[in-house]
């Protein structure tokens, strides 16, 4: 079975520009969660979807910061313009449930590392 | 405010020995606790996990070990192996959310 999806896997974009991350959940999970590692904050939840729909997005650190999720197989993550303080890792996730419970965990990409300078 | 704290941001271990990974959390209201390691250029993969009226949990060479009285948790890898060296996650859960630590970079020596 494929995995989380994740495009690109490498960016690096001027300051000022727009960013754009996708994701690909795996099939038949009904959640997905947008990540962002950094050293200092470790890895921090931007936003997560439940059946397509935006359940909590409290994470999300500026309204730079957008996500979609149109379809029950596609995501994106905007930043539109981006700054330097944007540079990290980006991780999607998809689960089964946005419920945590026994046995039920949740699946991530490979990440997305954006650079912007 | 870090609601889950990984206070050490590496260790090194001797091949064989046990390696003691630690992890406090602030908010009693978690219920479910996680175990993530990462390989670098890759995501996390879920490792082990432990509910909250659970104090112990096994896995093989992996136990995770809950004291809730104080807020702690940690992972015991026995016996560790160069495989194990990476990046590991503590994670708790509460309304539905994962909320992850800063990692702790494990180095295995041979």
């Known amino acids: 079975d494929a995995g989380v999806i994740q495009s690109p896997r490498h960016e690096v974009t001027e300051m000022g520009q727009e960013v754009t991350l996708r994701c690909k959940p795996i099939?038949?999970?009904?959640?997905l969660f947008w990540y962002r590692q950094t050293m200092m904050r470790g890895l921090e939840l931007l936003i997560y979807?439940?059946?397509?729909?935006?359940?909590?997005d409290s994470g999300m650190p500026e309204d730079r910061f957008s996500a979609k999720m149109p379809n029950a197989s596609f995501s994106t993550l905007k930043i539109q313009p981006s700054e330097p303080r944007d540079s990290a890792v980006y991780f999607c996730?998809?689960?089964?449930?946005?419920?945590?419970?026994?046995?039920?965990?949740?699946?991530f990409g490979e990440g997305s590392w954006l650079t912007v300078v | 405010d870090q609601q889950v704290k990984q206070n050490s941001p590496s260790l090194s271990v001797q091949e064989g020995r046990i390696s003691i990974l630690n992890c406090d959390y602030t908010?009693?209201?978690?219920?479910?606790f996680l175990w993530y390691k990462k390989y670098p250029a890759e995501g996390p993969t879920f490792l082990i996990s432990?509910?909250?009226?659970?104090d112990k949990n096994e896995d093989g060479r992996f136990t995770v070990f809950l004291n809730k009285s104080a807020k702690h948790l940690s992972l015991h890898i026995v016996p560790s192996q160069p495989g194990d060296s990476a990046v590991y996650f503590c994670?708790?859960?509460?309304?539905?959310?994962?909320?992850f630590g800063t990692g702790t970079r494990l180095t295995i020596i041979p």
């Open positions: 996730a998809s689960s089964l449930s946005h419920r945590v419970l026994t046995g039920n965990t949740i699946y």
């Open positions: 099939s038949g999970h009904n959640s």
């Open positions: 979807f439940n059946n397509n729909v935006p359940i909590d």
């Open positions: 908010n009693s209201m978690f219920d479910y």
């Open positions: 432990i509910s909250s009226i659970k």
């Open positions: 994670a708790a859960s509460s309304n539905e959310k994962l909320t």
